[in-house]
């Protein structure tokens, strides 16, 4: 076992829970590296080595056994437990990865929603009431796990000041703001990245 | 040179872009490969292999030109240039991205809009009419290079089945859907994907 764990392995340990997820789904117990990176277009190195941070799980010769490869994926990234998440930001790409979590993720519990809009205060979005900034600096001191930022730089710059004393220990950005805070992991969230991989793509037929 | 430029390394020219737009803003004109893995946490050689694929840029001693690579990046990803764009789904995804890309890309035109609900079709987004999928159709014989997919599976779907025989070249897909149609070049976007990488490092503190 290798002890330091890149950002890029990290990055890559969702997607391979996906593959095997799907594999699973579809009924096939058992894959090699090789097969599996062939659907993955990586590496069967790159797979056995990103494994290998973890302790390995595949045996020489038999392949990794699929479903219990997919649940220690799920262990390892702390998939098999529930996070108390709460949103800054109920406009509409905060609504809709509310729609997107409670469809897709259960193990997302949505416990506080913030939103600074005088028509938005008060009213209440997936059974959650949308809190002012000064009522939601209260709700993050109690027990929430990370925080989602869906809203202008601005508001979210003055929450992310509020982050120390929270028990808040993850932040997923979609704000273009720059966050940071002691003890706290940030994963900012670019869209355009793959809208502009795309367009290399386009611009780079085969 | 060398001509096979892996998905990974594609998917890395957006964040350098994005690296050296910031560094541009903040005036910055030189920098050396070292600096800028030091700034965005990859190794050096990593940078300079990347960007071998496209005939190098750097001077040895003498670092990279902040705007001038920043520049031909922009060239190779094909951001020097415009796209007509259009979406499949309208709701509360398909409005979130519309107003981002208004707000932040203006090389994308947005050109046509689709959603099948009655509550949708003929409303106005973004001074466009959303067409039902039967008009859409039509609409997307007549010069879209880019379809973002924001809807349910079955549209997506049957969208999809109607790509062949347009000029679309590239799907941002949001949807779940796997689409593929021959010539054209398909995205997916897994919001989780970020969200589990969270949950790893909440679950791993330093």
Redesign the interface.
Known sequence: MNNY?S?AV??R???Y??YLKKLKAQDIQRISSKELGEIM?VTASQIRQDLNHFGGFGQQGYGYGVAELEGKLEE????DRT?NIAFVGC???G???I??LIG??PI?KIVGLCDNRPDMIGTEIAGIKVQSKEEFRQRMRQGI??LVITAPAVIAEEVAADLSGTEI????NFG?TEISAK?V?V?N?????????????????D
Chains 1, 2 share one sequence.
């Open positions: 764990v950002d990290v990055r340990l969702p997607r829970r996906r277009d390892i990234m702390g998939l996070y406009g509409k790409l609504q809709a990865i729609n997107y897709n993720e997302y796990d990370i220990k993850g932040v997923w273009h003890g992991k994963i969230v670019h869209l355009s990245d793959s809208l502009h991989a795309l367009c290399y793509y386009i611009n780079h037929p």
